[in-house]
């Protein structure tokens, strides 16, 4: 059984395999692999646990070879692959919900506190030495305390973050293709409401849906413009879900107050008109990047490689 580990993974995923009897092909450098490496790599696998950096294709399914049993990623968001050519093929696809979402709601409340409070901003001031005096006036921003958070997609992630937004004394609604169990929406006080109220009505919009053909673009300039001027965008999810161009247009003609960002359209390239703003915050993906997180995502894959490779139904399929 050859089981290829696309990317470097902590080393608790690898002992995963390594217990199970099994001697995983492992990528060990921190950076990526290039794309040539990476179809050389795959060729003959039986299983590939890869990372969201790795683009799983139908030209990788083919350089993997008629083998291939399994994609198991190490990430719950899984846009990098191409379920339906991995379908096509009977190849299973694994993703790793559950373990990373109180990590990953711990970063959207950061950048709705960061960008609301415009604490990236303050930060430079000190940094760059630039003079300052504390005033009545200086570098005031918006508070949280009975504003209106929006949660787009209410799912573990989105559901996390409300809890934690209605400790800060936020109000929440949400957006999402099914209502959320009731006890949870009655402990958070919780309204599911259409698209359109939820950008008219949020102070805070927060992002939590997956990145598909369904919601490519689900924020543009439509979009902002049914946003209240006063309100900010928190994107914690992917970066496909905004068109980037849109919003830095939105952000420049005041149709929205801030944005708070931990990944991006083009990731790791980012729009250079983001680049300068002082009303956007820009993390480099950390959502899910904490010690204990990547430990649990890397072993939950690798459990998931395992329940594979001995003909047991996967833990966490995707589909
Ligand atoms: C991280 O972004 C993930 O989807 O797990």
């Known amino acids: 059984m050859k089981i290829v580990v696309t990317g470097k993974i902590p080393r608790a995923g690898l002992e995963v395999l390594k217990n199970a009897g099994f001697k995983p092909d492992a990528w060990s450098q921190d950076s990526a692999m290039s794309r040539g490496e990476l179809l050389a790599k795959v060729a003959g696998a039986d299983i590939l646990v890869t990372l969201l950096t790795e683009k799983v294709d139908a030209e990788l399914l083919e350089a993997a070879g008629s083998n291939l049993k399994a994609v198991c990623n190490v990430a719950v968001g899984y846009n990098n692959i191409d379920v339906a050519a991995c379908k096509a093929r009977n190849v299973l696809v694994t993703n790793t919900p559950g373990v990373l979402t109180d990590a990953t709601a711990d970063i959207a409340i950061a950048l709705i ?137 939105a952000l420049e003609s005041k149709q929205i107050a801030g944005a708070g960002l931990d990944v991006f359209e083009f990731e790791p390239k980012i729009n250079s008109g983001l680049l300068h703003r002082d009303d956007v915050v820009m993390l480099p993906h950390l959502g899910s990047a904490t010690v204990e997180t990547r430990d649990a995502m890397a072993m939950l894959a690798a459990n998931n490689a395992v329940a594979i490779a001995n003909n047991r139904a996967p833990l966490t399929p995707v589909g």
């Not at 005033?135 to 918006?142: C, E, N, S, T, W």
């Not at 946003?227 to 905004?242: D, E, H, Q, S, Y």
Request: net charge positive; with cysteine; aromatic share 6%.
């Open 113 to 249: 506190l960061m960008t609301t409070r415009r604490l990236a901003e303050g930060e430079r001031v000190i940094r760059s030495q630039t003079p300052w005096q504390w005033g009545m006036h200086y570098m005031l921003g918006a508070g949280v305390m009975n504003r209106v958070l929006g949660v787009v997609g209410m799912g573990a992630i989105g559901i996390a973050t409300a809890r934690r937004a209605k400790v800060c004394g936020m109000s929440v609604i949400y957006h999402s293709r099914s209502e959320i169990d009731p006890k949870i929406a009655s402990e958070l006080s919780a309204t599911r409401v259409s698209f359109d109220d939820l950008l008219s009505q949020s102070d805070v919009v927060s992002i939590h849906c997956p990145s598909n053909d369904s919601t490519h673009h689900l924020f543009g300039k439509a979009q902002f413009e049914k946003m209240k001027p006063t309100a900010f965008l928190v994107n914690t999810a992917r970066g496909p879900i905004v068109d980037e161009q849109a919003l830095v247009d």
